[in-house]
């Protein structure tokens, strides 16, 4: 694929996390800020008692999960940085294009790129849910992720239809929303019986609660120009 034009040089980044508070971010379907912690200029997930009773309770019968959701806007094309560490068997994911919070959990609408230790998770024997991936649909390739512990950096980039997913400075995931090759990903992935899935060009950013430790910091944004009339 032809790569994108570079944004331009004065497309401003926003900051969405001071270092400090929670501000602007809250638990996804919910005004509550539980679970999720400002601490040391890390925005990390301390995980409660039965987390995994909790997150099927929540997909089944709704009424606002304990994953983080940036409620302060949508963002339609644009250019996500960030940098996470998982801890040892840890998982979780970064979300985006999540259409509301009137469905139960935001997988259900949102794209994600996967936060996972690959080796320590059972997920990581599965291609498609290791770290980096665009989850159920595309692999990372190469696989670039560091381990438990150390810090990766993230570069999600939407332009339009055109998906791309950057870790530790290489290009992992490139696809066309929509096309062919999306299509047959989709027909075979786990979002065939969620008919809203991957349909909104704009979205909410969400970071999972999986249940496990993550941490995350450095996270900001930019927007893009739509090409389409180009």
Same mark, same amino acid.
């Given at each position: 694929?032809?790569?994108?034009?570079?944004?331009?040089?004065?497309?401003?980044?926003?900051?969405?996390?001071?270092?400090?508070?929670?501000?602007?971010? !809250?638990?996804?379907?919910?005004?509550? @800020?539980?679970?999720? @912690?400002?601490?040391?200029?890390?925005?990390?997930? +301390?995980?409660?008692?039965?987390?995994?009773?909790?997150?099927?309770?929540?997909?089944?019968?709704?009424?606002?999960?304990? &994953?983080?959701?940036?409620?302060?806007?949508?963002?339609?094309?644009?250019?996500?940085?960030?940098?996470?560490?998982?801890?040892? *068997?840890?998982?979780? *994911?970064?979300?985006?294009?999540?259409? &509301?919070?009137?469905?139960?959990?935001?997988?259900?609408?949102?794209?994600?790129?996967?936060?996972? /230790?690959?080796?320590?998770?059972?997920?990581?024997?599965?291609?498609?849910?290791?770290?980096?991936?665009?989850?159920?649909?595309?692999?990372?390739?190469?696989?670039?992720?560091?381990?438990?512990?150390?810090?990766?950096? +993230?570069?999600?980039?939407?332009? &339009?239809?055109?998906?791309?997913?950057?870790?530790?400075?290489?290009?992992?995931?490139?696809?066309?929303?929509?096309?062919?090759?999306?299509?047959?990903?989709?027909?075979?992935?786990?979002?065939?019986?969620?008919? /809203?899935?991957?349909?909104? /060009?704009?979205?909410?950013?969400?970071? @999972?609660?999986?249940? &496990?430790?993550?941490?995350?910091?450095?996270?900001?944004?930019? !927007?893009?120009?739509?090409?389409?009339?180009?």
């Amino acid at each position: 694929r032809a790569p994108l034009p570079a944004p331009p040089e004065d497309a401003s980044w926003t900051s969405l996390f001071d270092g400090k508070s929670l501000d602007g971010w !809250r638990n996804y379907g919910s005004s509550e @800020q539980r679970q999720w @912690q400002a601490i040391d200029g890390e925005l990390t997930f +301390v995980p409660g008692s039965f987390p995994m009773l909790s997150m099927i309770r929540t997909a089944v019968f709704g009424g606002g999960s304990t &994953d983080l959701i940036y409620g302060r806007e949508k963002f339609r094309n644009f250019e996500l940085e960030l940098e996470w560490k998982i801890s040892a *068997g840890g998982n979780s *994911g970064i979300f985006y294009l999540v259409a &509301d919070e009137r469905h139960n959990m935001p997988w259900e609408t949102g794209l994600e790129m996967q936060v996972l /230790d690959n080796e320590g998770h059972s997920d990581g024997q599965i291609q498609s849910h290791r770290a980096g991936d665009l989850y159920d649909l595309v692999a990372a390739q190469p696989e670039t992720v560091k381990q438990p512990g150390e810090w990766n950096r +993230v570069k999600i980039r939407i332009q &339009d239809n055109r998906i791309e997913h950057w870790l530790n400075g290489e290009k992992v995931v490139d696809i066309e929303r929509g096309g062919a090759e999306w299509e047959q990903r989709m027909a075979v992935s786990k979002f065939t019986e969620m008919p /809203d899935f991957g349909q909104s /060009d704009n979205g909410y950013i969400v970071l @999972q609660d999986h249940g &496990d430790p993550v941490w995350y910091r450095n996270i900001r944004i930019r !927007r893009l120009p739509s090409l389409l009339s180009k």
